[in-house]
């Protein structure tokens, strides 16, 4: 009888070590670029009591009501896997008082989501995201900031074929206005939209333009729009942060059907979409909470912020991008014969003891094969271990980049004492 073979679950994928880099690419430019704008990182945890979403996300949107992973702890609590990061960076900015310390709390995150929907190209059950949140203030230059810091990211990643499309959903008065008018083009055909639509209808008539199903979107070509119920003060809004957006450059339409899949969206809400992943071509999107802290139970308190998948990210990056090979500071010790494998693990173990980065041989390959290691390891320089330069008390030095290569006395690199010191060394190839 055979044994199981074990496969990860349905709506989910490992990770590889070949693919980390661009994974790690991706994750160094969010946080070099949010860094820049004064963006600190939160790692909220990644599971939460279920009622901060149905709260936080809203109790009638599909997230909620259809996707979640929902489970009982030891305790008899509702906890759930969190499906999104803005509920969790919400919740900890009231636990922690982070509004009272600063006036502007601007924080950013990456890690795993989750969500029990249909698994496609790009959408998996546990997803991963890094997303923005500045929470303080009502600013239409805050609105501004973000959404080009959100497109300066993936312009940063090499993506290109990008449209940036923005809109303003008003706030509640806004939205009730709008639905007095939207219920009385709609009621007539209701019949004739799909069940989903029918029960947004019912719960946020606005979600109907969020409806994939073409007919649809046919049905509600001539619908009244959100942006003609504006109050004086959200169409001023609007207005202004279109100004910051031409002042700063980002190429952006309005799309006066666009509304985002969360019920705590309000006023300015966005999304980037790409040409380079067919009909499903979101890649980011993001918008005004100013509504939401008070939902969970804090003063009223506006504020904003975006997520973007990675996965899709990365399917949307040019293919020279995704295949760059990253260039590793430090040296893989290659040993010539076995006579020498424990002077290459006492030299790998020496280096990395000052900080540098070193691999060595561990299971007993040619010196052919070891520098085809070296080659794959990203490393920058190879240091050789052959009997000829070592009967000299001498090693060889390669430049992995550009094929240079000298000799060095091997006393010298075992008595390196810091980091400076293996540059200065190294440096010799140049």
């Given at each position: 009888m055979s044994e199981k073979k074990f496969k990860a679950i349905y709506g989910t994928r490992d990770i590889m070590p070949n693919e980390a880099p661009t994974w790690g690419r991706v994750i160094d430019t969010v946080s070099r670029l949010a860094s820049d704008c004064g963006y600190g990182f939160i790692h909220?945890?990644?599971?939460?009591?279920?009622?901060?979403?149905?709260?936080?996300?809203?109790?009638?949107?599909?997230?909620?009501?259809?996707?979640?992973?929902?489970?009982?702890?030891?305790?008899?609590?509702?906890?759930?896997?969190?499906?999104?990061?803005?509920?969790?960076?919400?919740?900890?900015?009231?636990?922690?008082?982070?509004?009272?310390?600063?006036?502007?709390?601007?924080?950013?995150?990456?890690?795993?989501?989750?969500?029990?929907?249909?698994?496609?190209?790009?959408?998996?059950?546990?997803?991963?995201?890094?997303?923005?949140?500045?929470?303080?203030?009502?600013?239409?230059?805050?609105?501004?900031?973000?959404?080009?810091?959100?497109?300066?990211?993936?312009?940063?990643?090499?993506?290109?074929?990008?449209?940036?499309?923005?809109?303003?959903?008003?706030?509640?008065?806004?939205?009730?206005?709008?639905?007095?008018?939207?219920?009385?083009?709609?009621?007539?055909?209701?019949d004739k939209f799909c069940a989903d639509c029918q029960r947004r209808f019912q719960t946020n008539p606005l979600r109907m333009f969020d409806c994939k199903e073409k007919?649809?979107?046919?049905?509600?070509?001539?619908?009244?729009?959100?942006?003609?119920?504006?109050?004086?003060?959200?169409?001023?809004?609007f207005e202004q942060v279109q100004q910051y957006l031409l002042k700063t450059g980002v190429p952006f339409n309005v799309d006066k059907r666009l509304v985002r899949g969360l019920d705590y969206y309000t006023r300015t809400a966005w999304e980037i979409r790409s040409d380079k992943l067919g009909s499903q071509d979101s890649l980011s999107g993001g918008g005004r909470y100013d509504l939401l802290v008070e939902q969970l139970g804090g003063p009223p308190t506006p504020g904003i912020g975006f997520a973007a998948g990675i996965e899709r990210i990365i399917m949307a990056m040019p293919e020279s991008r995704r295949a760059a090979k990253t260039v590793r500071q430090g040296v893989f010790v290659v040993a010539a014969s076995e006579q020498y494998r424990p002077q290459a693990y006492f030299l790998a173990h020496r280096i990395r003891h000052i900080g540098a980065a070193a691999e060595t041989d561990y299971l007993g390959r040619s010196m052919k094969g070891q520098m085809k290691q070296a080659d794959r390891s990203g490393l920058n320089f190879a240091v050789i271990l052959a009997e000829n330069e070592m009967s000299g008390g001498r090693v060889i030095i390669k430049d992995l980049v550009n094929s240079k290569q000298f000799e060095v006395e091997l006393v010298k690199l075992m008595n390196i004492q810091s980091m400076m010191q293996l540059g200065e060394l190294l440096e010799q190839s140049e």
């Open positions: 909220p945890p990644i599971f939460e009591a279920t009622e901060l979403f149905a709260r936080g996300i809203g109790e009638a949107t599909d997230i909620v009501s259809k996707e979640m992973y929902t489970f009982k702890d030891q305790g008899d609590r509702s906890l759930t896997l969190r499906p999104e990061g803005t509920a969790s960076v919400v919740r900890a900015y009231l636990e922690h008082s982070l509004g009272a310390k600063e006036g502007l709390v601007k924080v950013w995150y990456a890690g795993p989501m989750f969500r029990q929907e249909r698994p496609q190209a790009g959408r998996l059950r546990q997803f991963y995201q890094f997303g923005v949140e500045a929470i303080g203030s009502l600013n239409p230059a805050l609105d501004a900031e973000v959404i080009d810091l959100n497109y300066r990211i993936l312009s940063a990643l090499g993506l290109d074929g990008m449209r940036v499309f923005i809109n303003s959903i008003g706030m509640a008065e806004d939205r009730q206005a709008h639905k007095r008018a939207f219920s009385a083009f709609v009621e007539p055909i209701l007919g649809c979107q046919a049905l509600l070509t001539d619908a009244p729009i959100i942006l003609d119920y504006l109050s004086e003060d959200n169409r001023a809004h």
